[in-house]
């Protein structure tokens, strides 16, 4: 209860102690006694909840939320807007209107639980043609001062005020706008946020001038066509399967790749461990050689050590074109050494890697 509605009471109770003397004044002219006690209460009840009244008309209490537009209608201008707290106006030359200054929102939605109005989205059209449905929400607030004075002035006595008369209209306007220069592809997809940033932009910069902030924009919900959307799911499958696709042929591709390379990596060791066989037996073929030049006997000694101790006699074919003697196989020459001979070579393969993978 604020101190208005206490002098109001007191005023009330004035009248009603006036009433009371009246009915006292009454009373005793009834019974032929003094009228002067009940003429007395009867004035005072009604001086006092007059003044009262006169006290609660001209006490203005705006609350901390609100501000108070004063129109003169002695001079016809609007005064300053008064600000929160208790301040003095006189009845009948001073008309307040009180504005909220918090914030406010405004909702367009095809949802008849939402919205100011039941089912009403902004129904708009893309660059492309496609018609898109939009539901949004506007939070906004009144400018302090003049701003007020600028909204009272122009909107209050539009059906509506402000909102039906300036908010709605502009709102929708602004989002056709803006939508027309989008491609429908791009709003179902990654333009949604630029295309809200740009709403907001151009709402703040044509209400701004009407004396209204825009604090938010809000998209709540953007609708299509069946078929538009029907086609974007469409393509939406294709991409995926298309990359499926190329990630199963990059997998493919680098599977083969390390199959390769270790083709080669096998094929290279192979030829390494074929390359040390081919010179360890390049090099007993050199021994060899060399131990025959040093002893000519060596064959003959080699083949007699193969012979087993009681043959004396060795038949060869009609047609070797050699006959050998047991003596001479077995009389060498005081002059033959036989050959050491050299260990066996096992030769280590090393193979090398060279910027392979498996």
């Known amino acids: 209860m604020d101190i208005s509605s206490i002098f109001q009471i007191l005023a009330l109770g004035g009248f009603l102690l006036g009433f009371a003397g009246v009915a006292m004044v009454v009373a005793s002219a009834s019974q032929n006694r003094p009228v002067r006690g009940g003429v007395m209460t009867a004035a005072l009840g009604i001086v006092v909840g007059l003044i009262m009244l006169i006290i609660s008309q001209g006490l203005l209490v705006v609350g901390p939320t609100e501000r108070a537009v004063v129109f003169n209608t002695i001079s016809g201008q609007l005064e300053q807007p008064r600000q929160s707290g208790i301040s003095i106006v006189i009845p009948g030359v001073q008309v307040v209107t009180i504005y909220p200054i918090n914030r406010q929102s405004y909702t367009m939605s095809a949802n008849p639980q939402e919205g100011a109005s039941t089912a009403d989205p902004i129904s708009a059209r893309s660059v492309d043609g496609q018609e898109v449905t939009i539901d949004m929400t506007v939070i ?67 209400l701004a001038e009407d004396g209204i902030t825009i604090t938010d924009s809000l998209i709540n919900n953007i609708n299509f066509s069946d078929e538009f959307k029907a086609a974007i799911e469409a393509k939406q499958v294709e991409q995926q399967q298309l990359e499926r696709a190329r990630t199963e042929a990059e997998r493919r591709r680098a599977e083969a790749t390390g199959l390769a390379d270790a083709e080669i990596e096998r094929a290279r060791g192979e030829a390494q461990a074929t390359l040390v066989r081919a010179q360890a037996e390049a090099e007993a073929l050199r021994l060899i050689s060399e131990q025959i030049a040093a002893n000519p006997n060596l064959i003959q000694y080699t083949y007699v050590t193969s012979l087993s101790d009681n043959i004396n006699v060795a038949l060869v074919p009609a047609n070797s074109p050699f006959l050998f003697n047991m003596d001479d196989f077995t009389n060498l020459g005081s002059d033959f050494v036989a050959p050491d001979v050299p260990e066996t070579i096992t030769p280590e393969t090393e193979t090398t890697t060279e910027g392979g993978s498996n």
């Not at 502009?170 to 939508?179: A, E, G, H, L, M």
């Open 140 to 206: 906004f607030r009144l400018q302090d001062g003049e701003g007020l004075n600028t909204i009272h002035k122009d909107w209050s006595n539009e059906e509506g005020g402000y909102l039906i008369g300036l908010i709605r209209p502009t709102i929708r306007s602004t989002v056709r706008d803006v939508v027309s220069g989008y491609e429908a592809e791009a709003i179902y997809g990654t333009g949604r946020e630029s295309m809200d940033a740009e709403i907001e932009q151009r709402l703040t910069e044509i």
